[in-house]
């Protein structure tokens, strides 16, 4: 999901596989009753006066990053929204595992994005998962496709 | 801010100022006080459109510019190789790849010519995914900038 920065932030599917699998970084945005929210001073003084309240109140600094994923706030639906390059960031430094996401050179001009996940552990079935075969129509298309993938995997194997 | 961003540095924030970056963001560097390192505004907006500052978008924000307005892809990419001097541990490394991205049919001239360039830029090798980035930003820009775009 793109901000009017320029930023792009995990879809709440995303948001939700991050938190299971222990995303514990603090973050600027969160998703609560589905919706992407920040505490960013010109997202908040936007008009989401519940929240302008809620964060003066209890952290006294809006502009403050959280780990929304703590299980501290009194909402029980809430999840840290990072970038998508925060969470591959996250994956590549906690998880050991790095995604690749790159202009498809075979595809006319480049026109389109594939993604490919190598693991530098003993991450069996992400030891060299090779995406090449589908096309993205974006950058960000492809990396949000490759995180996923990865958290899929990472909760499967864990079960 | 969240801590795991990486921004750019004042070296390559200068270089997208010459090159044109325009796009609002939060962090800028002070001319007067550039060696002081980054500010934090209030809000974002175009710092690069006054003489006084420098704009200093994430590093994958000004990567998402290169590509969304200047059409050129630029790449970390992941090694990993056994090195035979040190136990034969994994050593890992990153370098970056620049590929242009041309929406016309027939690639431009000046879009060859790029490309061509841009092939000798992934030899170095980073210890760090980020370096690899900041670094294949800056070679972008050299030559965007060398070209006089």
Not at chain 1, 44 to 51: A, Q
Not at chain 2, 28 to 47: F, H, I, K, M, V
Request: aromatic content about 14%; overall charge negative; proline content about 2%.
């Amino acid at each position: 999901m793109e901000t009017t920065n320029h930023e792009y932030y995990v879809s709440l599917e995303v948001a939700k596989l991050l938190k299971e699998a222990g995303f514990d970084w603090e973050v600027n945005f969160f998703y609560r009753d589905g919706i992407l929210r920040s505490v960013l001073p010109d997202v908040l003084f936007s008009g989401d006066f519940e929240d302008v309240e809620y964060y003066y109140k209890h952290i006294g600094i809006p502009h403050q990053s959280l780990d929304y994923n703590d299980g501290s706030s009194k909402f029980l639906e809430e999840y840290s929204a990072p970038t998508l390059d925060v969470a591959q960031r996250w994956l590549r430094e906690v998880k050991g595992i790095h995604i690749c996401v790159k202009a498809d050179a075979a595809s006319i001009n480049c026109k389109y994005f594939v993604t490919v996940i190598i693991s530098d552990t003993k991450w069996g079935n992400v030891q060299n998962e090779n995406m090449k075969t589908i096309l993205f129509n974006t950058y960000e298309e492809a990396q949000e496709a490759g995180i996923q993938k990865c958290l899929t995997i990472l909760l499967n194997e864990n079960k | 801010m969240s801590t795991h961003e990486s921004y750019v540095s004042l070296e390559t924030a200068k270089l997208l100022k010459k090159a044109g970056f325009y796009w609002d963001c939060y962090e800028l560097y002070e001319r007067e006080y550039e060696q002081d390192g980054r500010t934090r505004a209030e809000t974002s907006a175009n710092w690069n459109s006054t003489s006084k500052y420098y704009s200093a978008p994430t590093l994958d924000v000004a990567q998402r510019w290169l590509r969304e307005v200047k059409n050129i892809s630029v790449e970390a990419k992941y090694f990993r190789w056994v090195n035979r001097y040190q136990d034969g541990k994994y050593t890992v490394t990153y370098r970056h790849e620049l590929w242009p991205i041309d929406t016309s049919i027939i690639p431009s001239e000046e879009d060859k010519f790029i490309h061509y360039t841009l092939d000798c830029a992934c030899d170095i090798e980073f210890q760090t995914y980020e370096q690899a980035l900041e670094a294949g930003i800056k070679k972008t820009l050299e030559l965007i900038l060398e070209k006089g775009e």
